[in-house]
């Protein structure tokens, strides 16, 4: 079984950052996927992007595009979302994502808020 642990979310003002981070341990597939996801209050969960453990990456979502950038850490398989630019839309809760192949484990989550 695999654990996420999420870090890394808070308040922040329109045009600032965050860094989030999710650590997996556990049972790990040495190949997997680790990505990205968020939920709006009253909206779906979205996915932004993934990267694979051979470092190929989906595309970013097109409201996402140019801001976050996301990158992992294979040794540490840790897997990071760089938010630059946020605006108040972006508030959200993040949850990290780890999958082989058609299993996938959730984080927890954690709360992202932009004021403007």
């Known amino acids: 079984q695999v654990q996420l642990v999420e870090s890394g979310g808070g308040l922040v003002q329109a045009g600032g950052s965050l860094r989030l981070s999710c650590a997996a341990s556990?049972?790990?597939?040495?190949?997997?996927?680790m990505g990205w996801y968020r939920q709006a209050p009253g909206k779906q969960q979205r996915e932004l992007v993934a990267?694979?453990?051979?470092?190929?990456?989906?595309n970013y979502a097109d409201s996402v595009k140019g801001r976050f950038t996301i990158s992992r850490d294979n040794v540490k398989t840790t897997v990071y979302l760089q938010m630059n630019n946020l605006k108040p839309e972006d508030t959200a809760v993040y949850y990290c994502?780890?999958?082989?192949?058609?299993?996938?484990?959730w984080g927890q989550g954690t709360q992202v808020t932009v004021s403007s």
């Open positions: 994502s780890f999958r082989v192949y058609d299993r996938t484990t």
């Open positions: 556990g049972n790990i597939f040495s190949i997997n996927v």
């Open positions: 990267v694979s453990s051979s470092g190929g990456s989906t």
